[in-house]
Structures are given as C-alpha cells and as structure tokens.
C-alpha cells in the first residue's frame, strides 16, 4: 500500500492543525500509525490506531491535545492536532503497521511509510 501525508504548516502555538494520510490500497487491513520527527531528532512514535478504529495508542506528550481517527470507506487515516507547541515542530509520517495483532509504537514494526508533512508551530 502507498500512503501520503498531507495537512502540515505553519501555525502560531495553541492552534490547532488536522493531517491526513491517503492510502492507495484498501487501508482497514492495517493497524495505522503517525511518527513524527524532529530536527536533530530520531523518528518518534505518535499514535496510532487499530484496523477498525476501535482502539487508539498515544505517546504521552500527544495524549489529551491530539486525535486519531480514520474512514477506512476512504482509505483515510486523520490526526487531528489541538493546543500545538513549538516542541510539536517535526516532519509527520504516516505509516501502516507490517502485521495485525497489537498495536505497535516501533517505527521497526511498520511496513509502509508515508512522504512525510511538514508542521512548524511558532511561538
């Protein structure tokens, strides 16, 4: 499956910004994820969710100011992002896990990658 990333720019701290990950394959066969990576920074696990949606992961920092949803009718996974910080700055993928089962937060553990978008968020 081929994924893009898409919805990035620039926004002012405490604004919100909605990315979206087109996939060219049937997605709801895939637990989804969003990495993000900052500058000088190693690719960091975001969040993620399961095949159906039932079941979403985050890491810490993310937990309570970011959403993720997805329409697998549109091959369409979402990460809505709220109260966005300067330490939110990264280049977002997206990315389709290798095997079903857990949720996986290992950037190892998914298959398929997005190009990357591109969030700045300036203080």
């Known amino acids: 499956v081929q994924l893009q990333a898409s919805g990035g720019g620039l926004v002012q701290a405490g604004g919100s910004l909605r990315l979206s990950c087109a996939a060219s394959g049937r997605m709801g066969t895939y637990i989804m994820g969003w990495f993000r990576q900052g500058p000088g920074s190693e690719r960091a696990f975001v969040g993620a969710i399961s095949e159906r949606g039932y079941t979403t992961k985050y890491t810490d920092s993310a937990k309570g100011r970011f959403t993720i949803s997805r329409d697998n009718a549109k091959n369409t996974m979402y990460l809505r992002m709220n109260d966005l910080q300067p330490d939110d700055t990264a280049v977002y993928y997206c990315?389709?896990?290798?095997?079903?089962?857990?949720?996986?937060?290992?950037?190892?553990?998914?298959?398929?990658w997005g190009q990357g978008t591109q969030v700045t968020v300036s203080s």
């Open positions: 990315a389709a896990q290798s095997i079903s089962g857990t949720v996986a937060t290992e950037s190892q553990d998914y298959r398929f």
